[in-house]
């Protein structure tokens, strides 16, 4: 049997780049400078994440939607940094020997905020809400497509049958996007339930004002802690205001003259500011588990589908140097699929990204793309363009002028590539009509099978919600073979060494161009204390903080 408590352990040169993106200037983690906890106030935490189209995370499946869910709707596990599985709403999991059935024992004396049980029908309501087409899910639902049903045994014991063998079953449900929502709630449809979701959490949605602000009061008989929590019971905070903020100059002018107590998203030169001050605003930076931070090369568009133009692609550009130079050193260049804080996230590094624009030439031009007088290649009266659409609001402005420097220095060698700034729904559109060349698609999951969503063949098609999680438009048996394989594997140096195959296919066959660790950035004032990142995708915890005024 696996139980809930299996450890992964990761290379060393993982665990060191841990330690380096997840400290803050003066404390580790948010951790307190001293004092008791003081009971009441309000803190206002300003994101530049987009703002949710809808606050029920089982809609769709985002990272805004993560952001503001995770303070009402909780998961069933949580995951250390180490990459161990902790108890959350569940006390504990358990896989049979054959893989074709989980059994989940849950906690007790827990309710949703409107009263309702926490209990095994809950469980069972939550999965088939997610597995619902009409609900258009898309993280969800992916990560739920081997589970057949949910079978109630006894009030606080969930026994999941599966349809095949998922070692990362415990791992999916340590997202929000997989969280409970109280079935009660969920009988009002989604249009009321996407205003106003009900869970166990530290806090309940108290007003949504659009285009501004969601404003939480504290849950005054919450008991449901994540084991990672740094104390039980309510939160000392009364009120919890997110206020959506998507400009970066103006939500750092906002911490800076007292505004705001926190703020995300924040730039990496005002985080070199910060530190080099060592005034009364701090930092706290957390590596968000599942997919690095990537160019996606569509190889089912015209300019992609020859590997040696996705190969010097790879050569044409010096990402190293842009991350170094942009990043004011709060990140490094990753050669990875997935982040360094998944288990499994290291990747064969053989030159393939080795910035090379003399190769990048020999390669185009043994693709027969020849050079024109304007420097842009042609081949058979064809241009050789790359479009690029990139989301303003996921995309913070380093990123997006990382991938400026892309753009001019592939143009060296002969590509004409178009950026494409867009809001998130368009982005969203563009991405799910195939409108691009390559495209950074943020993927979460406190998983290495992040690499089976996202690379699989199967994620070609789209989930409910319109959107397709395989980017790089590839159907390779090998591949898929692999992933699965992963997917059904409990043990650890197995596992690592099929991840490992299959980034090699991945890196061999020019699909992807990583460039660095998906990152969560929060500044805040020195007023705050007991901040930290909940490990479930590094998402601000404020259930632990409080104001010291």
Same mark, same amino acid.
């Given at each position: 049997?696996?139980?809930?408590?299996?450890?992964?352990?990761?290379?060393?040169?993982?665990?060191?780049?841990?330690?380096?993106?997840?400290?803050?200037?003066?404390?580790?983690?948010?951790?307190?400078?001293?004092?008791?906890?003081?009971?009441?106030?309000?803190?206002?935490?300003?994101?530049?994440?987009?703002?949710?189209?809808?606050?029920?995370?089982?809609?769709?499946?985002?990272?805004?939607?993560?952001?503001?869910?995770?303070?009402?709707?909780?998961?069933?596990?949580?995951?250390?940094?180490?990459?161990?599985?902790?108890?959350?709403?569940?006390?504990?999991?358990?896989?049979?020997?054959?893989?074709?059935?989980?059994?989940?024992?849950?906690?007790?004396?827990?309710?949703?905020?409107?009263?309702?049980?926490?209990?095994?029908?809950?469980?069972?309501?939550?999965?088939?809400?997610?597995?619902?087409?009409?609900?258009?899910?898309?993280?969800?639902?992916?990560?739920?497509?081997?589970?057949?049903?949910?079978?109630?045994?006894?009030?606080?014991?969930?026994?999941?049958?599966?349809?095949?063998?998922?070692?990362?079953?415990?791992?999916?449900?340590?997202?929000?996007?997989?969280?409970?929502?109280?079935?009660?709630?969920?009988?009002?449809?989604?249009?009321?339930?996407?205003?106003?979701?009900?869970?166990?959490?530290?806090?309940?949605?108290?007003?949504?004002?659009?285009?501004?602000?969601?404003?939480?009061?504290?849950?005054?008989?919450?008991?449901?802690?994540?084991?990672?929590?740094?104390?039980?019971?309510?939160?000392?905070?009364?009120?919890?205001?997110?206020?959506?903020?998507?400009?970066?100059?103006?939500?750092?002018?906002?911490?800076?003259?007292?505004?705001?107590?926190?703020?995300?998203?924040?730039?990496?030169?005002?985080?070199?500011?910060?530190?080099?001050?060592?005034?009364?605003?701090?930092?706290?930076?957390?590596?968000?588990?599942?997919?690095?931070?990537?160019?996606?090369?569509? /190889?089912?568009?015209?300019?992609? &589908?020859? *590997?040696? @133009?996705?190969?010097?692609?790879? +050569?044409?550009?010096? %990402? =190293?140097?842009?991350?170094?130079?942009?990043?004011?050193?709060?990140?490094?260049?990753?050669?990875?699929?997935?982040?360094?804080?998944?288990?499994?996230?290291?990747?064969?590094?053989?030159?393939?990204?080795?910035?090379?624009?003399?190769?990048?030439?020999?390669?185009?031009?043994?693709?027969?793309?020849?050079?024109?007088?304007?420097?842009?290649?042609?081949?058979?009266?064809?241009?050789?363009?790359?479009?690029?659409?990139?989301?303003?609001?996921?995309?913070?402005?380093?990123?997006?002028?990382?991938?400026?420097?892309?753009?001019?220095?592939?143009?060296?060698?002969?590509?004409?590539?178009?950026?494409?700034?867009?809001?998130?729904?368009?982005?969203?559109?563009?991405?799910?009509?195939?409108?691009?060349?390559?495209? /950074?698609?943020?993927?979460?999951? &406190?998983? *290495?099978? @992040?690499?089976?969503?996202?690379? +699989?063949?199967?994620? %070609? =098609?789209?989930?409910?919600?319109?959107?397709?999680?395989?980017?790089?438009?590839?159907?390779?048996?090998?591949?898929?073979?692999?992933?699965?394989?992963?997917?059904?594997?409990?043990?650890?140096?197995?596992?690592?060494?099929?991840?490992?195959?299959?980034?090699?296919?991945?890196?061999?066959?020019?699909?992807?161009?990583?460039?660095?660790?998906?990152?969560?950035?929060?500044?805040?004032?020195?007023?705050?204390?007991?901040?930290?990142?909940?490990?479930?995708?590094?998402?601000?915890?404020?259930?632990?903080?409080?104001?010291?005024?």
């Amino acid at each position: 049997m696996l139980s809930f408590r299996r450890s992964t352990a990761l290379p060393l040169v993982v665990a060191l780049s841990l330690v380096l993106a997840g400290c803050s200037s003066e404390t580790d983690n948010g951790e307190s400078n001293g004092g008791e906890p003081i009971d009441g106030g309000t803190l206002t935490f300003a994101t530049g994440d987009a703002e949710p189209t809808c606050l029920d995370p089982h809609v769709g499946g985002n990272m805004p939607q993560q952001i503001a869910g995770i303070h009402v709707t909780e998961s069933l596990f949580t995951m250390t940094e180490e990459g161990e599985i902790e108890p959350w709403l569940a006390e504990s999991g358990e896989m049979s020997e054959d893989g074709m059935t989980w059994t989940f024992t849950l906690k007790e004396d827990v309710e949703f905020t409107d009263g309702t049980p926490f209990d095994a029908e809950a469980v069972k309501a939550n999965v088939e809400h997610l597995q619902d087409p009409a609900t258009e899910s898309s993280t969800g639902y992916l990560a739920l497509e081997h589970v057949e049903s949910v079978e109630p045994v006894g009030s606080h014991t969930a026994v999941f049958h599966m349809t095949e063998p998922d070692a990362a079953l415990m791992e999916s449900f340590a997202q929000t996007w997989l969280a409970m929502q109280s079935p009660t709630a969920m009988e009002r449809g989604m249009e009321e339930n996407c205003e106003s979701p009900v869970g166990t959490g530290p806090f309940i949605v108290s007003e949504w004002n659009k285009q501004h602000s969601i404003t939480y009061t504290r849950n005054e008989n919450y008991n449901s802690a994540p084991a990672t929590a740094d104390h039980e019971g309510p939160a000392y905070l009364e009120t919890l205001e997110i206020r959506f903020m998507p400009d970066a100059t103006s939500r750092y002018a906002a911490l800076q003259a007292g505004e705001v107590d926190v703020i995300d998203s924040a730039q990496p030169d005002t985080i070199s500011q910060a530190r080099a001050s060592d005034g009364p605003i701090k930092d706290l930076l957390g590596v968000r588990s599942g997919a690095s931070t990537r160019l996606e090369l569509n /190889t089912g568009g015209n300019t992609f &589908s020859d *590997p040696l @133009v996705r190969q010097a692609f790879m +050569h044409a550009s010096d %990402i =190293e140097t842009g991350v170094e130079t942009l990043f004011f050193g709060t990140v490094e260049r990753s050669t990875s699929m997935v982040a360094s804080s998944t288990p499994h996230g290291t990747s064969p590094d053989d030159g393939a990204f080795d910035y090379d624009q003399e190769l990048a030439n020999e390669l185009l031009d043994e693709a027969g793309w020849e050079m024109g007088e304007d420097g842009i290649r042609t081949k058979d009266g064809e241009r050789l363009t790359v479009r690029i659409p990139v989301s303003t609001h996921q995309s913070i402005p380093a990123e997006q002028s990382l991938i400026e420097q892309i753009q001019a220095q592939s143009r060296e060698v002969g590509f004409d590539v178009t950026i494409d700034p867009m809001d998130l729904a368009s982005w969203y559109a563009a991405a799910g009509a195939w409108e691009f060349d390559a495209i /950074t698609a943020p993927y979460g999951k &406190s998983s *290495p099978d @992040v690499m089976r969503i996202i690379f +699989h063949s199967d994620g %070609i =098609e789209p989930a409910p919600s319109g959107y397709h999680a395989n980017n790089i438009n590839v159907r390779n048996d090998e591949l898929d073979a692999l992933l699965e394989q992963a997917n059904q594997t409990t043990d650890e140096a197995e596992r690592g060494d099929l991840y490992a195959q299959a980034q090699q296919i991945i890196v061999d066959g020019a699909y992807v161009m990583p460039l660095y660790d998906w990152q969560t950035r929060v500044l805040y004032s020195e007023d705050v204390q007991g901040l930290r990142l909940e490990t479930n995708l590094s998402t601000p915890w404020f259930a632990d903080a409080w104001i010291n005024e």
